[in-house]
């Protein structure tokens, strides 16, 4: 077994392309990315109909040649709006968790490399903020605020923060207690070009399977408050607004229900497939 | 039970208390920070500013923050977290309408999906890397992946729609026989105990794996001692302990997951109440509910956390 891997190793060195050892689950979770960031990005000009456009004369329509997946309570097209709600399901989650990694990773190094008093003042607080559950967070700060696109990408942002604070900075902490930092510090270099010469670019790999995970928590999320109708607000909607917008359709089994569901599943099914077949370098715990 | 193991459960608890209160500051700044007096708001544009200040008077509005803080802790604490500003009606008197109906489809969904939990859990760790293994981790990938409403809305599609077995929706009104009992409940508890089962099967198995990499754990296979022998006596013991914080960490996941079950099958439990809430902003009622799922959710935390201090024979017999 270690010989074969040693042998692997090797040969996996003297290859310039080492992208072809991602197995095909991981390839498949790839593709499956690809495919819906395309459609985030270009969603409305390759959708077959207008958003708002009633193109059935019924609703809840079944499957038919100019509506490939059928028609929603108002007779509009589902495939156009699923398409077009790519870009609020995926750009919300997406910039809910730039934006959590950004303060969570960069208070999580600040933690790891001053360590001391910074650190435990950081991590006590963090620590408490993880003990309210997430939905709950989100739910007390909408009811005060109410729903637009931008509280929901803050809100969801503080909700990933405390979670994304901790790996990093258990990521961070490994790097820091290694020699070459220490050189660093002693050489008398400062906080920021601690963390952002020495320990980022050795945590780097770990960190963007982070990246992932907290984006299919963000989806979620957002897809359970839009499915509350407490998320994506009309006109808009997201996949999981048009799940709740055609839930009626529900006891028949319609399509409008169903395909948004499943949208929002190959998507997060897709990170999942790509992060555990990641290689191992890449590889971080994974926890919440 | 020794001087040392009460020390350590009585801080834990003390920790969760402190937590809770830290979550009560969380929850009263987080629905007061609004802008805007919601005595204006509930008596509309024409009321007078003597009836505006009344009002703000027997809402303690008049008052800084933290006084009112206090005043809602101390209401909260006795049991009376106020009117409710949408239709007057007492707020302990809503909650106590529904709050039995979220605790037993809970506690349903506890009983049911534990013990499956738990053998699929262990099974999977003992034949690890095997076909079974295989199957069963990517199925809970699969099932932890997706949407709550995504389980929910198959469940209804299949058992509901194809087969005919339940109706697609729970309605709870006065007595019922066992038999509509068991209809009402049977879609909601099945869902939920879909979405838990994977979380606790995968947290078990992890756990179970760990145990089994122990050097005491190889020993016993060295010595020649049988496969279900070597499980059963050497390494569960000493995987109780993990196995029921898997179990406690599970369950606190089981009332975020049961928010979205419970809308979705028109099920009236607190969450109902809950979003009706929110969406009124319908603020003490916020307040309240929002104190009774952390709380359960810290409770269960602090569990969890017990278990795993009182299952360590370590410190035990120290």
Redesign the interface.
């Known amino acids: 077994m270690s010989a074969q891997d040693s042998i692997s190793a090797v040969e996996a060195s003297a290859l310039p392309r080492r992208r072809s050892q991602l197995p095909l689950a991981g390839m498949i979770g790839a593709v499956i990315i690809a495919f819906w960031v395309l459609m985030a990005l270009i969603g409305p000009y390759v959708a077959p109909h207008q958003v708002g456009a009633l193109v059935d004369n019924d609703g809840f329509g079944r499957m038919q040649w100019a509506l490939p997946l059928g028609s929603d309570y108002l007779g509009r097209d589902v495939l156009s709006r699923i398409l077009i709600g790519a870009r609020y399901s995926i750009g919300v989650a997406a910039a809910a968790t730039f934006l959590a990694i950004f303060m969570g990773g960069t208070l999580g190094m600040l933690a790891a490399v001053s360590r001391g008093l910074i650190d435990m003042a950081l991590s006590r607080f963090f620590d ?2 993880i ?7 989100a ?7 109410g729903s637009s696109i931008s509280v929901l990408i803050g809100t969801i942002a503080v909700i990933l923060t405390p979670g994304a604070f901790r790996t990093w900075r258990a990521l961070a902490v490994n790097v820091n207690a290694l020699d070459f930092v220490e050189v660093a510090r002693a050489r008398g270099e400062g906080a920021g070009y601690l963390i952002r010469e020495e320990v980022l670019p050795n945590i780097a790999g770990p960190v963007l399977t982070d990246f992932g995970l907290r984006f ?1 928590f963000a989806v ?1 999320l957002l ?2 408050l839009s ?4 998320g994506v607000q009309p006109p808009n909607a997201d996949w ?1 607004s048009l ?1 709740r917008e055609n ?1 009626d359709g ?4 319609a399509l409008a ?2 395909m948004p ?2 949208a ?2 190959t998507l ?2 897709g ?2 497939l790509l992060i ?1 077949n990641l290689p191992g370098r890449w590889s971080s715990s994974r926890e919440h | 039970m020794n001087i040392a193991l009460v020390r350590l459960v009585a801080i834990r608890i003390a920790l969760a208390l402190l937590t809770l209160g830290f979550v009560s500051v969380a929850v009263f700044v987080g629905t007061e920070i609004l802008p805007g007096d919601v005595a204006e708001a509930l008596l509309g544009q024409n009321a007078t500013p003597e009836a505006v200040a009344g009002l703000r008077t027997v809402l303690h509005l008049d008052q800084p923050a933290y006084v009112r803080y206090f005043l809602w802790l101390g209401g909260l604490v006795i049991g009376d977290p106020g009117r409710s500003l949408v239709n007057g009606v007492r707020v302990a008197e809503l909650i106590s309408s529904r709050l039995p109906n979220s605790l037993m489809l809970a506690s349903v969904t506890a009983v049911v999906c534990v013990p499956i939990a738990l053998v699929l859990g262990i099974t999977s760790a003992i034949w690890r890397g095997s076909v079974y293994d295989r199957v069963a981790s990517f199925l809970t990938m699969l099932v932890v992946a997706v949407p709550e409403f995504f389980i929910a809305t198959l469940c209804v599609i299949i058992f509901a729609v194809r087969l005919r077995w339940f109706p697609a929706l729970s309605y709870a009104t006065g007595i019922v026989s066992l038999d509509q009992f068991f209809r009402m409940f049977a879609l909601p508890v099945f869902t939920l105990c879909c979405v838990m089962t994977a979380q606790m099967m995968r947290m078990t198995r992890a756990a179970v794996i760990d145990t089994l990499r122990s050097s005491y754990v190889e020993m016993a296979v060295l010595k020649g001692a049988r496969p279900i022998r070597v499980v059963l006596t050497h390494a569960l013991p000493n995987a109780i302990g993990p196995i029921a914080n898997a179990v406690a960490l599970s369950l606190s996941f089981l009332l975020g997951g049961a928010i979205v079950v419970e809308i979705i099958f028109n099920y009236p439990g607190l969450a109902r109440l809950l979003i009706d809430a929110v969406s009124t902003r319908d603020m003490p009622l916020v307040q309240a509910c929002a104190m009774i799922y952390c709380a359960a959710y810290l409770f269960m935390m602090m569990l969890a956390d017990i278990a795993g201090i009182l299952s360590n024979p370590r410190l035990r017999y120290r």
């Open positions: 408490a903020l003990s309210i559950p997430s939905k709950m967070s739910l007390v700060v909408i009811a005060a605020l299919v979620l897809s359970s499915f509350l109708g407490l999981g799940v839930i529900l006891a028949d089994g229900v169903v569901a499943v929002i599943a997060t099914i990170v999942n555990d």
